[in-house]
């Protein structure tokens, strides 16, 4: 599944009925890439929000004023074409520039001779 098919549509209508819904855990993702959270679930065929997707697992708050709750990703059923995906490599980039001045600051500190 391309990053276009992931990501959310202009409607802004909540998932229907008859929408095709995949395990979470199915949704094909690049290696840089991440679910973000926010979006319309099914557990065991409830109706659920996720606020946070982890790497095995999501939270979810079953219904509004309800705790929130740990659910593993392949019992979430979900709408593809609802989810949004934000590429990592900004984070990436951002890494190796920290990195890269944390040694300009050992070179400044201990000159090699």
Do not use: Y
């Amino acid at each position: 599944m391309s990053m276009e098919s992931n990501r959310k549509r202009g409607d802004g209508s909540p998932s229907k009925a008859g929408a095709e819904l995949v395990r979470l855990d199915a949704v094909a993702l690049d290696e840089d890439d991440e679910i973000l959270p926010d979006f319309e679930a099914e557990v065991d065929g409830r109706r659920v929000w996720v606020t946070a997707v982890l790497e095995r697992t999501a939270v979810v708050e079953p219904a509004p004023g309800e705790p929130k709750v740990l659910v593993n990703r392949h019992r979430l059923f979900v709408d593809p074409r609802q989810l949004r995906v934000r590429h990592l490599a900004s984070k990436e980039a951002a890494r190796r520039g920290r990195e890269a001045a944390r040694q300009l600051r050992l070179q400044e500190h201990n000159p090699a001779a």
